[in-house]
């Protein structure tokens, strides 16, 4: 489902960032652990395609993510890829379940209702839906940032420190619905973090370092 070969990219001005190979199946799920600086964010960009690699393969689902062209990979990241980041970003002026509709929208141009409705209800949040952002906690935000990563049917969930800014009860609830939820739909995920509390709950664990 994953595959990465030789990849290597460069910020203007800084040392080239080297990252081991790693190959995933579908409905992995792996943690991608290192120090601050050690590249997690930057392997999850150039897996999503938001950053091209300065050599190296990346195939996700079998599209060469590396060989596509801007607009190519903006499409490729919006129909099989999903991404929760530490702090997820809401339109506050509109209920969370007008922010779920929406990012189905901006990705496909259309509204699936019952897909929605089907993970809300997998994630316990249903009953939220209703609200503001502004009037969830940061526990139940999260959830439906899960839920705003699942609804444009991805094979991919990335998830960039997405337990942070949670405390120990939440960690735990939200790493446990993100799993079992791609358990579920057979979605592969990739976790960055530094996050110790996360790490007894994946077999799978690849460590970047810096010194590579
Ligand atoms: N936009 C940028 N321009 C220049 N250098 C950058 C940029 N973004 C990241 N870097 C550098 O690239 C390296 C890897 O950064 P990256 O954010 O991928 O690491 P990380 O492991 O996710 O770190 P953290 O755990 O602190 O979030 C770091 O040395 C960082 O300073």
Redesign the pocket.
């Known amino acids: 489902m994953i595959i990465t070969k030789e990849l290597k990219f460069t910020?203007?001005?800084?040392a080239t960032?080297s990252f081991k190979d790693f190959s995933l199946t579908a409905g992995q799920q792996i943690l991608i652990k290192?120090e601050?600086?050690?590249?997690?964010?930057?392997?999850l960009h150039l897996l999503s395609g938001i950053l091209t690699p300065d050599s190296g393969i990346i195939e996700v689902d079998e599209v060469r993510v590396d060989q596509l062209r801007a607009h190519q990979r903006d499409s490729f990241r919006a129909n099989h890829i999903g991404l929760i980041f530490q702090r997820n970003l809401f339109i506050k002026s509109i209920s969370m379940y007008k922010n779920m509709l929406l990012a189905q929208h901006i990705a496909q141009s259309k509204e699936d209702r019952e897909i929605l409705m089907e993970i809300l209800e997998e994630l316990g949040i249903s009953n939220l839906s209703g609200k503001k952002p502004h009037h969830l906690s940061q526990g139940e935000q999260q959830r439906f940032s899960i839920a705003r990563a699942l609804v444009n049917n991805p094979k991919v969930v990335l998830a960039d420190?997405p337990t942070s800014s949670l405390d120990d009860v939440n960690c735990h609830r939200f790493s446990q619905m993100l799993k079992s939820i791609c358990e579920k739909y057979n979605i592969t995920l990739l976790i960055?973090t530094?996050d110790s509390r996360l790490e007894q709950q994946f077999n799978c664990v690849i460590e970047?370092n810096e010194s590579k």
């Open positions: 910020y203007p001005g800084t960032l290192g601050s600086g050690s590249g997690k964010t930057t392997l420190e960055a530094h970047l």
